[in-house]
Each structure stands twice: as structure tokens, then as C-alpha cells.
């Protein structure tokens, strides 16, 4: 599986925009990038996804490298329930592939 | 709306007694995955069924079996809990082939061996 690199641990204050770097420098042409992140006592939760171009939907938007080697997830505005361990996972593009999750980002939200 | 949803949300069993928790999903979705997550972890594959077929990951050890008697109930048994198997387990559905199709997860049974 192709893998990603991310910080261990970010921190941002409440209302503030903040940019979630991931790194995927053995990407392959038919690899999307995905994210999803992972509330308190929850399970993980789907927040976005891309190929090349950028995304943006209600929860966060996606920014992509031009080489596809690097991705950032942007929050907006962050909230205090923002604050959750966020994944960068790369699926192939069939989707035939179950999720391998890598060890991800904590954000903290400091209100 | 709950969709998928993992019962009991804690389970507590001992030293070496089955244990079977059990995941329902109400999207008619045809893969089925279980993860284990460990304090601090990542969650980690165990394995998942597409449609009927089984898929085991490698390491998954032969404790832990899975059973899928429709498309919308999916268990895991642990047949000889050990004490590292403490851990969330969690389950997720998928509609594939599509990779726009996320998965849906549970919230997951928390599994405690005394």
C-alpha cells in the first residue's frame, strides 16, 4: 500500500483556519487521496476526497499538489468539535480496497 | 439515523470465554469490514467480507473469526480472549466498486478481558 506521512499533532485556536499537511510521496496515477477523521469514542468519519483537482464540500476542503506527491485538508474555521485524530489515506480507484488507516493527525482546538 | 450500529457499545468478558459482538447496517451496502483500535492506535484491519466472500487480512490472528449470515448482520467471534485483545472494535460498510463510495463506520464495542 502506498503510504502517507502526517504530523503527529497539530494545535489551532477556535475560529481560525487550520491546514492539515499530508505527505504521499509514492502515490500512484490511480490513487485518490481521502480523508477522514475520528471524534472522541467514536468511529472514523468520512470527510473528503480528491484526485488532482481541489475539493471543497460542506465540512472541509481538499487541496492537492500539482505532482500529487502532498495534499492539505482545510478547516475553515475551526471548532471546538473539530478537535479529532484526522487520516489521509490513499484508495486506489476502484474502491476495491478496504481502508489502511496510518497513524494520523491530532488536532487540538483551543477555544 | 443510525446506519451502522455496533452492539453492545462495551463488552466486558474473561480471560479465555467466546465473545461475539455484532454490527447491523441498514444501507444495504455489500462489503462489510471489521477493525480492531488500540489505545493511542490507529485502527487496524482484521478482515472483511465483499458480498459472501471472505477476506482475511494476513495477520489477523486465528483467534478471531468472522460470520456474515446476510447482507445486513456481520460478527466477529473471538473464540480465546486474551488480555491484548482489549481493544475498540470497530465496523464499517462500503458500496464498491466505486471509489467515491466512503466508508460508513460504526461507533464501535469497546472489549474489555478481566
Known amino acids: 500500500d502506498a503510504k502517507t506521512t502526517q504530523p503527529n499533532s497539530m494545535e489551532s485556536n477556535e475560529e481560525e483556519p487550520v491546514h492539515l499537511p499530508c505527505n504521499h510521496s509514492t502515490i500512484s496515477g490511480t490513487d485518490y487521496i481521502h480523508w477522514y477523521r475520528q471524534l472522541p469514542s467514536q468511529g472514523p468519519e468520512y470527510v473528503i476526497h480528491g484526485l488532482t483537482s481541489n475539493v471543497n464540500n460542506r465540512m472541509a476542503s481538499l487541496a492537492i499538489a500539482e505532482d500529487r506527491k502532498s495534499s492539505t485538508l482545510i478547516l475553515h474555521r475551526a471548532t471546538l468539535r473539530d478537535a479529532a485524530v484526522y487520516y489521509c489515506i490513499l484508495r486506489d480507484v476502484t474502491g476495491n480496497t478496504p481502508l489502511v488507516f496510518g497513524k494520523g493527525t491530532r488536532l487540538s482546538v483551543i477555544a | ?114
Not at chain 2, 447491523?24 to 489505545?39: E, I, P
Open chain 2, 1 to 114: 439515523d443510525a446506519m451502522v450500529i455496533q452492539n453492545p457499545r462495551y463488552q466486558v468478558t474473561q480471560f479465555g470465554k467466546p465473545v461475539t459482538l455484532s454490527c447491523s447496517q441498514t444501507l444495504n451496502h455489500n462489503v462489510m469490514y471489521w477493525y480492531q483500535q488500540k489505545s493511542s492506535q490507529a485502527p487496524k484491519l482484521l478482515f472483511h467480507y465483499y458480498d459472501k466472500d471472505f477476506n482475511n487480512e494476513a495477520d489477523t490472528p486465528d483467534n478471531f473469526q468472522s460470520r456474515r449470515p446476510n447482507t445486513s448482520f456481520c460478527f466477529l467471534d473471538i473464540r480465546s480472549p486474551g488480555l491484548g485483545d482489549a481493544a475498540m472494535y470497530l465496523c464499517a460498510t462500503s458500496r464498491v466498486p466505486r471509489e467515491s463510495r466512503p466508508q460508513h463506520f460504526g461507533d464501535g464495542t469497546r472489549l474489555s478481558i478481566l
